[in-house]
């Protein structure tokens, strides 16, 4: 079966950091990443990885979000920075096999201004 847990949410104050870990259990994953839901909002994708590394950012994180991962550990890390009030929602950690794409929790980040 698979799982994603996260961990590394909280609450932080306008141009602080915060890191994200999210562990996947039960496959190998091809694309791991984060999306975030703020309040009102549809969901949206932040940053995703690639087994191989490649990247992709949402234009509203590049410069200021760091996505990563560990192949050996099924982990994968978002390294915020700079983070802003608009940061502010709930973070999902996705990631994908050959058959199918997988959701985390989420946990909350919460920037104040």
């Known amino acids: 079966q698979v799982q994603l847990v996260e961990s590394g949410g909280g609450l932080v104050q306008a141009g602080g950091s915060l890191t994200l870990s999210c562990t996947g259990s039960?496959?190998?994953?091809?694309?791991m990443g984060w999306f975030r839901q703020a309040p009102g909002k549809q969901r949206e994708l932040v940053a995703t990885i690639t087994r191989g590394s490649t990247t992709n950012y949402a234009d509203s994180v590049k410069g200021r979000f760091t996505v990563s991962r560990d192949n050996a550990k099924n982990t994968v890390y978002l390294q915020m920075n700079s983070l802003k009030p608009e940061d502010t929602a709930v973070y999902y950690c996705?990631?994908?096999?050959?058959?199918?794409?997988?959701w985390g929790q989420g946990t909350q980040v919460t920037v104040s201004s």
């Open positions: 996705n990631a994908d096999t050959w058959e199918s794409s997988y």
């Open positions: 039960g496959s190998i994953f091809r694309t």
